[in-house]
């Protein structure tokens, strides 16, 4: 028996599954951020970058490769061109509202990545809260009652948007999480190192579907459509991370389920602010879930304060020491 269990062994193909995936106001932002060169232009949006040779400088990233970045965002409205002056022909990219909004989602992933991956470094960046003037680290809060939000503390029941809608087409490839050595490739960054694990579109759903209470290899892939290769894939570079364990449930035949650990339940905080973007931009105002805080007992959205003043983070508000040099841009 294998680390992690794969009904291949037992079965000569596939099971067949129904063709309908719950709806999930965080899927499509999955398919924005795992792709490497879109989230690094949406990063360096948010360190200031506005002008193409800005972009290019610092990210070394081919024109073509840029210019098919730059037209994506914008025409998925994350971005918008401006003229540099009343007279020129040139433009720059300015968030628009819908864009400036993934701040809270960057620094969620932030807040996990300095938590649980930095190793034994010092994170990359410490933020200072303008409105505050002090050093502050992001925190995941509850909209209600402003206090930090624990997985163990959320129920959800289904919102006006609940419901299955048709599953995509399987893809000819299933494409992983970016290289990290792109995605870090000129700022240690701890953003990219948290969509390591959860950047994929699998990954993202195995661990969503864990937050819904699935265990069992079996329960994954009847929800999700999965084959069991990549299952068994995803299980094991999940465990690998720390962020799930296995654990045993019956010895004749080996059965295994999969629960977070600590790291991995970490994660919840992520998810629910990933998830409250999707509502707002993505879901027409028909959510698929509403989330219950049982410690104020009222709905709640999540919300990414400072953690000195718990007021909500701006990017405006918002300054950075870094601590690290910029490495390989052009001058």
């Not at 794969?6 to 995936?21: G, I, K, R, T, Y």
């Not at 624990?150 to 029941?157: C, L």
């Not at 494409?175 to 969509?195: E, K, Y």
């Not at 977070?260 to 990933?274: E, N, Q, W």
Request: hydrophobic share 35%.
């Amino acid at each position: 028996m294998s680390a992690i269990e794969n009904p291949q062994s037992l079965a000569p193909a596939e099971p067949h599954f129904p063709s309908l995936d719950r709806n999930c106001s965080v899927a499509r932002m999955v398919e924005i951020l795992s792709d490497a060169w879109s989230f690094l232009v949406l990063r360096e949006c948010f360190f200031g970058a506005r002008r193409f040779e800005q972009f290019q400088s610092v990210l070394q990233v081919p024109r073509n490769t840029l210019v098919t970045r730059l037209v994506k965002l914008t025409e998925l409205g994350l971005l918008r061109k401006v003229h540099y002056s009343e007279h020129s022909s040139r433009f720059e990219y300015r968030f628009t509202d819908k864009g400036r909004d993934l701040y809270p989602t960057m620094l969620a992933l932030l807040k996990f990545g300095d938590t649980w991956l930095a190793g034994d470094n010092e994170p990359p960046l410490q933020l200072i809260h303008k409105s505050c003037q002090q050093p502050c680290s992001p925190v995941v809060a509850c909209s209600a009652c402003q206090t930090p939000v624990d997985a163990h503390e959320v129920q959800y029941r289904n919102g006006p948007g609940a419901g299955s809608q048709p599953r995509p087409a399987e893809r000819k490839r299933s494409r992983r999480a970016s290289d990290p050595q792109v995605l870090q490739r000129v700022r240690p960054c701890s953003v990219a190192r948290t969509l390591q694990i959860i950047g994929d579109r699998w990954s993202f759903l195995v661990i969503r579907e864990m937050f819904f209470g699935v265990r069992r290899f079996d329960e994954f892939q009847s929800n999700l459509g999965i084959a069991s290769n990549i299952l068994t894939d995803r299980l094991q570079r999940l465990a690998e991370h720390g962020v799930v364990e296995k654990r045993q449930y019956q010895q004749r035949p080996e059965r295994f389920e999969y629960r977070f650990t600590p790291k991995g339940r970490d994660l919840y905080g992520s998810m629910i602010v990933m998830m409250h973007w999707g509502d707002k931009w993505l879901s027409h105002g028909k959510v698929p879930l509403i989330l219950r805080h049982r410690s104020c007992q009222q709905d709640f959205s999540a919300r990414v304060v400072c953690s000195e003043c718990h007021q909500e983070l701006d990017p405006r508000e918002v300054e950075y020491q870094t601590r690290y040099t910029l490495a390989g841009a052009a001058n």
